[in-house]
């Protein structure tokens, strides 16, 4: 509808306005994304073939003293090579959450500069009776007690401190456990400290992504911890690895191979025991001419096979081979 302006308003990665409406005291906002190509976490395999729709209605941060409720159309996708149904990532929404990632930073900062909650709803324009709801879906304590497992994930929010924001949530109880302004290593490192390390010492688990300052820390600060990076992490890695190769390949190939590569990412990339016979035929023939697909394809079926194993301790084994 307005397409440049949607952004700049809502300050929401990938999101397009289709309606608002107007009252008094809220405005709803009708969001959807675009469809696009996704990677489906069970296989690795892309996909465009969306499945169905859902509407999502999803609290934000109050606008000119309106409470603000965005209806998403959330799009499920269904992945052609293992049928797997999954539902599109929204940088914006923590799974589980029905408010945006900067409605808790923004009212637990209110709270933080000690407003209280009848303050803090004439300053939003959020109800003291919407504060307490939010309230309790948020574990708020600079937590001198920490759980057993805590996850970080970073979002953009509206801080001045910086571009991304990091949310602290105990992943078995789905709660925040806090929100900091920013995820720098030395910020990162004076929060970590700041919490007793006999506490620390307590968090068995430790689940964040692959980005190496958390890795980094996470060993420091929670020496018993093991650091989990989630599967969905590695397989984009995967599939991204063979992809290159893939590509490298066919600049390089004279066109009378290249007829052979026509389809080769529908064959490369599902697991190769879930293609069609002919398939398989027209995968082999292609893995024949090129020793680095060959090895690039070998891997990424290893890697699978490792994900599916049942056992935590074969796959360490496998790993560590
Ligand atoms: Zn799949």
Known sequence: MYPNYSKAFLDLEDVFVKKVI??????????????????????????????????????????????????LRKRRYLCTSCGKRFLEHYSFLPSYHRRTKRLAFYVISLLRQTFSLKQASLLTGVSVSTICKLLDTIHYAPPDKLPEAVSIDEFKGNASTGKYQCILVDPQKHRIL?????????????????????????????????????????????????IIVGKYHFIRQVTWAIENVRKRL??????????????????????????????????????????????????????????QMESNRCQQREFDE
């Open 250 to 307: 066919q600049k390089s190939m004279p066109a009378s191979l290249r007829k052979y590569y026509k389809r080769s990412r529908k064959l490369i990339l599902p697991r190769y025991k879930k293609l069609k016979d002919e398939n398989k035929q027209a995968c082999d023939l292609m893995l024949q001419y090129n020793d680095d697909l060959r090895l690039a394809h070998m891997m990424k079926e290893w890697f699978y096979d490792i994900c």
């Open 178 to 226: 806090d929100i900091l302004p920013d995820r720098t290593q030395s910020h990162l490192a004076d929060y970590w400290r700041g919490i007793p390390r006999k506490e620390r010492l307590k968090v068995k688990f430790f689940v964040c992504d692959m980005w190496l300052t958390y890795v980094e820390l996470a060993r420091i600060f929670f020496p018993n911890a093991k």
């Open 22 to 71: 107007q009252a008094d005291s809220f405005l709803k906002v009708f969001i959807e994304t675009r469809p696009s190509e996704h990677i489906c976490p069970c296989c690795g395999c892309k996909t465009k073939r969306v499945h169905d729709y859902r509407i999502q209605k999803i609290d934000d941060t109050p606008f000119q003293g309106k409470v603000v409720t965005l209806v």
